[in-house]
């Protein structure tokens, strides 16, 4: 027992750890890319291998509220959902935050409608990053695998609602070789759910939800934001421990030979796969590259990035996400986490992959070239038509 | 009621005190606040009916006064009464009625 590996998708390794995490309720809705994951575990649930309610509801409105419903009452939760879904939860996934529910859902990421597109960018849950929410970035079908134990875990210790994220179609339709842990294994590291407050406990009756007017609500917002200086300290607590079963090191953010390095390239999700690609590539070849992976991107955790990034001579952010009217989110958040040190680097942004625009080695190749030449401008597009094909 | 601080509230909005309902004044918000005339009312009893908040107090069948921490000041008591025995006077500029 202990580690075992296997061929999954990224689709399948999440509904794999809802498989083993055994949650009270599911609630969700079909959309594309997602719906792989809710497919299999409506299998598992067809074929009794948890004990989970399946709530089948008529749209993600309605998915959300559901949850918010049975993790107020006391239930372990989860759900999924992409892009145009998630835009449809929007009000509930306020609501599942403010309220402190230990929702964990996972966000097979896709572009926003419109023009309508059904392939990966980050502009869904990048639309979420204010809405109080913890979230979590996979590389990979074994990170998918790891951030929905972690995001479960972690969720209960802070009374806060987790999303892990995982690129669509790239991540969640393509078969890879992972590793899981054996059911035995998870069910002690999750450990029982014990809600402090919850609506079925019928000995200490609690009101939820009620009206909050000007003279509560601040407070309860200035709870929210104390909270969130709780979760990174709980995440390391929690990844030693899995650390230890997986016989891995975790970190808020993965380095890739920053050590020596004097570029580095900065992304979120499979990306990151390809930039450390290409760090090897152009390693054989002398060149004092690295990359930066961001896993968790809120609570953003700006103390680890500025350890790895300062003294470094250029950092590209790759965004696969826009802001209308000013600087891509991961950019923004990257220089602002290094404003205050004198030995900053030069901070460039290069957004790409807009509606599932393919990014390449290539890509990444020219990034570097453009960081070690200088030839960077604070904003740049990568494999975005500037003219016309001949 | 003294309000709490963010420190001991609890998370999320809850209440864990059921039934606290009737510590919260609901009357606050007002910006201008019934004042009745003894001398002049005539028992009609048409603000106690048409008061929206039960606000006007009434005692062996007869008003007797008006419970200011519910009133919500809305003004339909003076605007119905027959012979002008309640007006409506503003709020204080430090809140009080
Ligand atoms: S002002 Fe409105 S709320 Fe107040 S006593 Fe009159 S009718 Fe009732
Ligand atoms: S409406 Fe006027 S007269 Fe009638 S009971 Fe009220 S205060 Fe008195």
């Not at chain 1, 696969?320 to 030995?343: C, W």
């Not at chain 2, 200011?68 to 006077?89: H, N, Q, R």
């Given at each position: 027992?202990?580690?075992?590996?296997?061929?999954?998708?990224?689709?399948?390794?999440?509904?794999?750890?809802?498989?083993?995490?055994?949650?009270?309720?599911?609630?969700?809705?079909?959309?594309?890319?997602?719906?792989?994951?809710?497919?299999?575990?409506?299998q598992f649930v067809a074929e009794g291998k948890v004990k989970t309610e399946f709530v089948t509801v008529e749209s993600e409105h309605s998915a959300m509220s559901a949850c918010v419903g049975a993790a107020t009452a006391g239930g372990r939760v989860m759900t999924a959902t992409s892009a145009n879904g998630l835009a449809l939860m929007f009000e509930i996934v306020y609501i599942a935050a403010s309220n402190r529910l230990p929702i964990?859902?996972?966000?097979?990421?896709?572009?926003?409608?419109?023009?309508?597109?059904?392939?990966?960018?980050?502009?869904?849950?990048?639309?979420?990053?204010?809405?109080?929410?913890?979230?979590?970035?996979?590389?990979?079908?074994?990170?998918?695998?790891?951030?929905?134990?972690?995001?479960?875990?972690?969720?209960?210790?802070?009374?806060?609602?987790?999303?892990?994220?995982?690129?669509g179609f790239i991540t969640s339709h393509s078969v890879e070789s992972m590793r899981v842990l054996d059911d035995a294994s998870v069910r002690r590291f999750i450990g029982q759910y014990k809600p402090k407050h919850y609506l079925l406990d019928v000995e200490h009756p609690i009101t939820s939800g009620p009206f909050d007017f000007y003279d509560y609500y601040f407070e309860h917002k200035r709870q929210q934001i104390e909270a969130m200086?709780?979760?990174?300290?709980?995440?390391?607590?929690?990844?030693?421990?899995?650390?230890?079963?997986?016989?891995?090191?975790?970190?808020?953010?993965?380095?890739?030979?920053?050590?020596?390095?004097?570029?580095?390239?900065?992304?979120?999700?499979?990306?990151?796969?390809?930039?450390?690609?290409?760090?090897?590539?152009?390693?054989?070849?002398?060149?004092?590259?690295?990359?930066?992976?961001?896993?968790?991107?809120?609570?953003?955790?700006?103390?680890?990035?500025?350890?790895?990034?300062?003294?470094?001579?250029?950092?590209?952010?790759?965004?696969?996400?826009?802001?209308?009217?000013?600087?891509?989110?991961?950019?923004?958040?990257?220089?602002?986490?290094?404003?205050?040190?004198?030995?900053?680097?030069?901070?460039?942004?290069?957004?790409?992959?807009?509606?599932?625009?393919?990014?390449?080695?290539?890509?990444?190749?020219?990034?570097?070239?453009?960081?070690?030449?200088?030839?960077?401008?604070?904003?740049?597009?990568?494999?975005?038509?500037?003219?016309?094909?001949? | 009621?003294?309000?709490?601080?963010?420190?001991?509230?609890?998370?999320?909005?809850?209440?864990?005190?059921?039934?606290?309902?009737?510590?919260?004044?609901?009357?606050?918000?007002?910006?201008?606040?019934?004042?009745?005339?003894?001398?002049?009312?005539?028992?009609?009893?048409?603000?106690?009916?048409?008061?929206?908040?039960?606000?006007?107090?009434?005692?062996?069948?007869?008003?007797?006064?008006?419970?200011?921490?519910?009133?919500?000041?809305?003004?339909?008591?003076?605007?119905?009464?027959?012979?002008?025995?309640?007006?409506?006077?503003?709020?204080?500029?430090?809140?009080?009625?």
């Amino acid at each position: 027992m202990g580690v075992i590996k296997k061929a999954m998708t990224g689709a399948d390794a999440a509904a794999e750890a809802m498989r083993q995490i055994n949650p009270d309720v599911v609630a969700a809705y079909p959309i594309t890319p997602q719906t792989p994951i809710m497919h299999r575990f409506a299998q598992f649930v067809a074929e009794g291998k948890v004990k989970t309610e399946f709530v089948t509801v008529e749209s993600e409105h309605s998915a959300m509220s559901a949850c918010v419903g049975a993790a107020t009452a006391g239930g372990r939760v989860m759900t999924a959902t992409s892009a145009n879904g998630l835009a449809l939860m929007f009000e509930i996934v306020y609501i599942a935050a403010s309220n402190r529910l230990p929702i964990v859902m996972n966000v097979v990421n896709r572009a926003l409608s419109g023009p309508i597109n059904i392939h990966c960018d980050h502009s869904d849950s990048m639309a979420c990053r204010d809405s109080g929410w913890i979230q979590l970035y996979s590389e990979n079908a074994e990170e998918v695998y790891e951030n929905n134990l972690i995001a479960i875990k972690l969720a209960e210790r802070v009374n806060m609602p987790v999303m892990v994220c995982q690129d669509g179609f790239i991540t969640s339709h393509s078969v890879e070789s992972m590793r899981v842990l054996d059911d035995a294994s998870v069910r002690r590291f999750i450990g029982q759910y014990k809600p402090k407050h919850y609506l079925l406990d019928v000995e200490h009756p609690i009101t939820s939800g009620p009206f909050d007017f000007y003279d509560y609500y601040f407070e309860h917002k200035r709870q929210q934001i104390e909270a969130m200086t709780k979760v990174i300290p709980a995440f390391y607590e929690i990844v030693d421990e899995l650390g230890k079963l997986m016989g891995k090191h975790y970190e808020t953010v993965e380095e890739y030979y920053l050590a020596d390095a004097e570029f580095v390239v900065v992304s979120l999700n499979s990306t990151a796969g390809t930039v450390k690609h290409t760090v090897d590539e152009l390693r054989k070849q002398g060149k004092r590259v690295g990359a930066l992976k961001i896993r968790l991107f809120r609570p953003f955790p700006r103390e680890d990035i500025a350890k790895y990034l300062r003294g470094k001579k250029a950092v590209a952010v790759l965004d696969r996400a826009a802001t209308f009217g000013h600087v891509a989110p991961l950019y923004h958040e990257i220089r602002s986490a290094l404003y205050e040190f004198p030995d900053k680097p030069r901070v460039v942004s290069y957004i790409y992959g807009l509606g599932g625009r393919d990014v390449n080695l290539g890509h990444i190749t020219k990034v570097f070239n453009e960081l070690e030449s200088g030839t960077a401008q604070e904003e740049n597009y990568l494999g975005v038509r500037d003219e016309d094909e001949p | 009621m003294k309000k709490k601080s963010w420190k001991s509230i609890p998370e999320g909005g809850i209440i864990t005190t059921p039934g606290n309902s009737l510590k919260f004044k609901t009357g606050d918000w007002k910006t201008h606040y019934p004042e009745w005339n003894k001398e002049k009312c005539i028992q009609c009893l048409r603000c106690h009916f048409l008061c929206p908040e039960g606000a006007i107090k009434v005692k062996n069948g007869k008003v007797v006064g008006i419970d200011l921490d519910y009133c919500k000041g809305c003004g339909i008591c003076a605007d119905e009464c027959p012979v002008k025995a309640i007006v409506m006077k503003k709020v204080g500029e430090n809140g009080s009625d």
